[in-house]
């Protein structure tokens, strides 16, 4: 009976992976794109720098090595987070950040700074509620390629050759935009 729950545990997690997988496809950000995003953010030595579906983990990567932030990934893949630890290791910054296997929607984000997405816009629409309850006020967001939807439009927004990257404060108690 106990190995037959341990089976049923497991497919219902393969499936889990699969389907959050199918629903985000695996597709790097550029380099260049990388470093405009923490630029865009403002990213220094005092952040705590979080990537919801880290994939190679290039973006917390870049984030310790280029501007000395602390750094967390979240990544649904089993095989994502083992890829970007090897990544951290050979990139010297194994100390500074590190990646957890965890859907992004069970993620605690209270000590993210920044938040950097590349993901679908659907996603993006549903971490909504989560950024604004969970991150302090001035926390910054910066996606690549999809916004927020209509009604949260962001403060800035930049072209970086085809792609385009969106930015986003978590407002103040009361009211104020962060800026
Ligand atoms: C488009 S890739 C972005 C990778 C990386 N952030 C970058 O910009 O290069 C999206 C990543 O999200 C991950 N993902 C999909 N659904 C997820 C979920 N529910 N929770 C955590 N990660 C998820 C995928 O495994 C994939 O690595």
Do not use: C
């Amino acid at each position: 009976m106990r190995r037959f729950i341990a089976v049923v545990a497991l497919v219902a997690s393969l499936v889990t992976v699969v389907t959050a997988v199918a629903q985000v496809p695996y597709v790097r950000t550029p380099e260049r794109v990388v470093v405009a995003m923490l630029r865009l953010a403002g990213v220094d030595e005092n952040d705590v720098v979080y990537d919801l579906g880290s994939g190679d983990g290039r973006i917390v990567i870049e984030a310790a090595r280029r501007f000395g932030a602390r750094g967390v990934g979240i990544d649904i893949d089993p095989e994502r987070i083992r890829e970007a630890n090897e990544n951290a290791r050979a990139a010297g910054v194994a100390d500074r950040v590190r990646f957890i296997q965890q859907d992004m929607f069970e993620a605690d984000l209270r000590e993210a700074t920044v938040v950097t997405l590349y993901l679908v816009p659907q996603f993006n629409q549903r971490l909504r509620p989560k950024l604004l309850r969970e991150l302090p006020p001035g926390a910054r967001i910066v996606s690549h390629q999809y916004d927020m939807g209509d009604d949260w439009p962001p403060l800035r927004k930049r072209r970086v050759g085809l792609r385009t990257i969106y930015l986003w404060v978590i407002p103040g108690r009361n009211g104020e935009n962060g800026e």
